[in-house]
Structures are given as structure tokens and as C-alpha cells.
């Protein structure tokens, strides 16, 4: 009966999504990056995938807003999960939510005789029953500007298809896409200049669009939201520098800090995370002094010391004027993902 309920709930999100779908396209099979999850429900031999979202937190999920839209909390408690792994089905763990946090003024995409207007506010986090077993990602907070940020290289990460077309979501698969422009709320990328011709498609609503900074790490600067109904022109995804306090205002509530490495527990955990709102003792170089090295070896490190600290902004400066493209390619928009 559950199972027939599920299939009753999601047909109705296929109808309304039917003007566009959302998977990787032209991308990769991607055997990392366990922070990116499938949100969906997987009730006996019935796994379904509807979305994709990023941990931010051992209990947070970021997703977008219209990945929770028309259904009620209760629905999405009582049925919802999130499952761990590269292919949906044969996941390493399935958590339960408990609850849903939809941003109070997203709206959905309006679809027109002359084109489409992308979604607002189109962000919401899933919280999980249990600390998820994979170390969540950091989140952007440094305001984007162009022309600094032009054509930064970014990877897309979803379980959605890989063409309109196509049945073969459930699959995590990573793109190479580049940031071509930042308009409104979003994070725009055509095709036409992506590695590939690489994008997102539908199933891959409410990942991870991410940076990754010179040490390694991995940030998410977008969550995917919207793209053309072909999945061959142009996507855009949610800028999470616009949505900061919101975000942390779901921290708090959760965990009781607007601290994420309190929150996530990395302060002293062997791993340097620079972007700390206090200096991460993971960060601080080993006081060195070497008129005294020889007479005390055991002398404690400087507690001044800079270390690896700071905000992590990029070079962040001027404004941006749109390209004369983008108007046009906005006319091709069929929608965002949700199935």
C-alpha cells in the first residue's frame, strides 16, 4: 500500500515537470563524492530517485526548493529518504528525514507563450533521522562577482538522466561545467562552452554545483534549479553566497550554532578547514623559533599565529553586465528537474 502511495505521489511531479527534465548529460560515472545523495525512497524492491542533494552538515541535506513542492511535510517524513552511494539500489546506507525546510518565498517557474521565468528562492534543506556516515561539504559564503568568477570551472554532481529522452537516472554522474554568467539568483552555464557540451538534466535537481579551492576541497557555490527542456542549452542553479543567513538559520536550529565546523564537528579533527569561523587548530603552523628550539623542545606554538584561516574569497570585486545571449537562451527554458 505504502509502495502504491509513493507512485501516486510522484505522478503528479512527473505532469508538472514535463516541460524539462534533469540528469548529467555528457558527463561521467562518478565513484566519489559520497556527499552528494539521492533523494527519493527505496521501499522493498521499489527504489526511486527524484532528486539529488549535498550534506552540509552530519544531519543536513541541501537540495532545491521545488524538490519538496507539492507534497506535505508528513508525505515527505513518512515516505522520503536519502540514499548513500553511487547507484540508487545498491546505496551503502538509506537515512529517513524528519524534516523538511522549504524556503518561505520560492516560487516555481513560470512557463509562458514567450518563454519561461526561472523559479525564486528555489532552496530547501532535508533534515535526516541520523548523522550521515560521509563528511558533509563546505558551503560558499564569498559574494560571486563578474568578471572575476568568468568561465571558473565547476563540477555538477546528480543522479538525474542523461538526455530527455532517456530512463537511466539513479546513477550518480558528474559534469564539467563552467560559470558563463551570474544574473538574478543564479549560476548560468551553457552548454556550447562546457567541456563536452556537458550539463545538468533532469534527477539532478538540488545538487551540488562545486569549486574546488586550491588545497583540495570541495564548495558548493550552486544548487542546481532549472534548465532547458532538452537538457542542450543552458542551466541554472541557485547561488548559495545569496542564501547565507537562511542557511545558517537551519544550522542553528539543528545543531544549536551558526558555526558549521561546531556544527560538523572539525575543529581538531586532523583535517584543515580554512573557511572557519575560528581558527581551525588543524590549520595553525608549529611555532618556530629557532633560538630557543635547541633549549626547550617542547615549547607551546604561538596562539597568534594567522595560520590557514580566512574567508576564502576568490578575488571577489566588480559587477557584471549580461551578455546579449542569455535573453535568448532564456526563451528556450522548459524547467527545473524534479523528475
Same mark, same amino acid.
Given at each position: 500500500?505504502?509502495?502504491?502511495?509513493?507512485?501516486?505521489?510522484?505522478?503528479?511531479?512527473?505532469?508538472? /515537470?514535463?516541460?524539462?527534465?534533469?540528469?548529467?548529460?555528457?558527463?561521467?560515472?562518478?565513484?566519489?563524492?559520497?556527499?552528494?545523495?539521492?533523494?527519493?525512497?527505496?521501499?522493498?524492491?521499489?527504489?526511486?530517485?527524484?532528486?539529488?542533494?549535498?550534506?552540509?552538515?552530519?544531519?543536513?541535506?541541501?537540495?532545491?526548493?521545488?524538490?519538496?513542492?507539492?507534497?506535505?511535510?508528513?508525505?515527505?517524513?513518512?515516505?522520503?529518504?536519502?540514499?548513500?552511494?553511487?547507484?540508487?539500489?545498491?546505496?551503502?546506507?538509506?537515512?529517513?528525514?524528519?524534516?523538511?525546510?522549504?524556503?518561505?518565498?520560492?516560487?516555481?517557474?513560470?512557463?509562458?507563450?514567450?518563454?519561461?521565468?526561472?523559479?525564486?528562492?528555489?532552496?530547501?534543506?532535508?533534515?535526516?533521522?541520523?548523522?550521515?556516515?560521509?563528511?558533509?561539504?563546505?558551503?560558499?559564503?564569498?559574494?560571486?562577482?563578474?568578471?572575476?568568477?568568468?568561465?571558473?570551472?565547476?563540477?555538477?554532481?546528480?543522479?538525474?538522466?542523461?538526455?530527455? /529522452?532517456?530512463?537511466?537516472?539513479?546513477?550518480?554522474?558528474? /559534469?564539467?561545467?563552467?560559470?558563463?554568467?551570474?544574473?538574478?539568483?543564479?549560476?548560468?552555464?551553457?552548454?556550447?562552452?562546457?567541456?563536452?557540451?556537458?550539463?545538468?538534466?533532469?534527477?539532478?535537481?538540488?545538487?551540488?554545483?562545486?569549486?574546488?579551492?586550491?588545497?583540495?576541497?570541495?564548495?558548493?557555490?550552486?544548487?542546481?534549479?532549472?534548465?532547458?527542456?532538452?537538457?542542450?542549452?543552458?542551466?541554472?542553479?541557485?547561488?548559495?553566497?545569496?542564501?547565507?543567513?537562511?542557511?545558517?538559520?537551519?544550522?542553528?536550529?539543528?545543531?544549536?550554532?551558526?558555526?558549521?565546523?561546531?556544527?560538523?564537528?572539525?575543529?581538531?579533527?586532523?583535517?584543515?578547514?580554512?573557511?572557519?569561523?575560528?581558527?581551525?587548530?588543524?590549520?595553525?603552523?608549529?611555532?618556530?623559533?629557532?633560538?630557543?628550539?635547541?633549549?626547550?623542545?617542547?615549547?607551546?606554538?604561538?596562539?597568534?599565529?594567522?595560520?590557514?584561516?580566512?574567508?576564502?574569497?576568490?578575488?571577489?570585486?566588480?559587477?557584471?553586465?549580461?551578455?546579449?545571449?542569455?535573453?535568448?537562451?532564456?526563451?528556450?527554458?522548459?524547467?527545473?528537474?524534479?523528475?
Amino acid at each position: 500500500m505504502r509502495v502504491l502511495l509513493l507512485i501516486a505521489l510522484l505522478l503528479p511531479a512527473a505532469a508538472q /515537470a514535463e516541460t524539462a527534465q534533469y540528469p548529467i548529460v555528457n558527463g561521467n560515472e562518478e565513484p566519489e563524492h559520497d556527499h552528494a545523495v539521492a533523494l527519493g525512497a527505496a521501499l522493498g524492491p521499489f527504489t526511486f530517485s527524484a532528486c539529488t542533494g549535498a550534506m552540509i552538515t552530519p544531519r543536513l541535506v541541501l537540495t532545491a526548493g521545488h524538490c519538496g513542492a507539492g507534497y506535505t511535510l508528513e508525505q515527505v517524513v513518512g515516505l522520503g529518504a536519502a540514499m548513500f552511494g553511487p547507484v540508487v539500489g545498491d546505496h551503502f546506507a538509506q537515512i529517513s528525514f524528519v524534516d523538511m525546510v522549504q524556503h518561505a518565498d520560492y516560487t516555481e517557474i513560470q512557463n509562458g507563450p514567450f518563454g519561461s521565468i526561472p523559479p525564486a528562492n528555489d532552496i530547501s534543506v532535508l533534515e535526516l533521522a541520523e548523522d550521515a556516515p560521509v563528511r558533509p561539504l563546505w558551503f560558499n559564503r564569498d559574494t560571486l562577482n563578474m568578471p572575476d568568477h568568468f568561465e571558473t570551472e565547476l563540477l555538477s554532481v546528480g543522479y538525474g538522466i542523461t538526455g530527455p /529522452a532517456n530512463d537511466d537516472g539513479g546513477t550518480r554522474r558528474s /559534469a564539467v561545467v563552467t560559470l558563463d554568467a551570474l544574473q538574478e539568483q543564479f549560476i548560468y552555464s551553457q552548454n556550447a562552452t562546457n567541456p563536452n557540451e556537458g550539463n545538468i538534466c533532469s534527477g539532478d535537481s538540488g545538487g551540488p554545483q562545486m569549486w574546488q579551492a586550491d588545497d583540495g576541497q570541495w564548495v558548493i557555490w550552486g544548487v542546481h534549479s532549472w534548465g532547458d527542456q532538452n537538457c542542450a542549452q543552458v542551466s541554472g542553479s541557485t547561488r548559495t553566497d545569496l542564501f547565507v543567513d537562511w542557511i545558517l538559520d537551519r544550522v542553528e536550529e539543528t545543531h544549536g550554532t551558526r558555526d558549521v565546523c561546531e556544527a560538523n564537528r572539525w575543529y581538531g579533527d586532523e583535517v584543515c578547514d580554512p573557511w572557519c569561523d575560528d581558527i581551525d587548530p588543524d590549520c595553525e603552523e608549529p611555532a618556530d623559533d629557532d633560538d630557543s628550539a635547541d633549549d626547550d623542545d617542547s615549547a607551546p606554538a604561538d596562539d597568534d599565529d594567522d595560520g590557514l584561516g580566512g574567508s576564502g574569497c576568490q578575488d571577489c570585486a566588480s559587477s557584471f553586465a549580461p551578455t546579449p545571449a542569455l535573453p535568448a537562451l532564456l526563451l528556450l527554458l522548459g524547467i527545473r528537474r524534479r523528475r
